[in-house]
T-cell receptor, first 114, second 111 residues
């Protein structure tokens, strides 16, 4: 089955720790995205990548970092510099980064900072 | 002002009812419009795209009014399984596939 997987489903972190969220897709999509969702708010774009070895900041990139070394993988690191990291994190992918290509979402990771 | 605004609801309706959701967007140059559905604690999934001429998919009808910068979703003959949050999504003009999400409208269909 083709799709997007994210792990772990739930993650607990102590303040001051960095943590990495995994996102893998086997859809052969070029473009990948990271969003965060907070209660009562729309999804907000953190980072996106239109092609391997290239990525750009989204609207709320501060305190986050990404890499895109393989087409299938786009891990997100939440650093200790992120002031309010507790949120629902969603990874998405699309065939290409341009145009109105549908974005498909993974099941998400719920991060809680203790 | 938010780029995409929706009434958060909740809309509580009985099975078989017709319900309509509205959404307004601020960027007049926006190019593409969508409705996504998100079940509780799950990922969003595309419900339908919204075209200028309006479009229908079974019990769901979407309308776009570019002059008023307004999008609507009509659900006829509501089912219990329609209970979810409906996200209005807009793609501004520009190069990459950036999407702007509304906060969503929650629908609860009861027996």
């Amino acid at each position: 089955d083709g799709g997007i997987t994210q792990s772990p489903k739930y993650l607990f972190r102590k303040e001051g720790q960095n943590v990495t969220l995994s996102c893998e897709q086997n859809l052969n999509h070029d473009a990948m995205y990271w969003y965060r969702q907070d209660p009562g708010q729309g999804l907000r774009l953190i980072y996106y990548s239109q092609i391997v070895n290239d990525f750009q900041k989204g609207d709320i990139a501060e305190g986050y970092s990404v890499s895109r070394e393989k087409k299938e993988s786009f891990p997100l690191t939440v650093t200790s510099a992120q002031k309010n990291p507790t949120a629902f994190y969603l990874c998405a992918s699309s065939i290409a980064g341009g145009g109105g290509n549908e974005q498909f979402f993974g099941p998400g990771t719920r991060l809680t900072v203790l | 002002r938010k780029e995409v605004e929706q009434d958060p609801g909740p809309f509580n309706v009985p099975e078989g009812a017709t319900v309509a959701f509205n959404c307004t967007y601020s960027n007049s140059a926006s190019q593409s419009f969508f409705w996504y559905r998100q079940d509780c604690r799950k990922e969003p999934k595309l419900l339908m795209s919204v075209y200028s001429s309006g479009n229908e998919d079974g019990r769901f009808t979407a309308q776009l009014n570019r002059a008023s910068q307004y999008i609507s979703l009509l659900i006829r003959d509501s089912k219990l399984s329609d209970s979810a949050t409906y996200l209005c999504v807009v793609r501004p003009s520009g190069g990459y596939n950036k999407l702007i999400f509304g906060a969503g409208t929650r629908l609860a269909v009861h027996p």
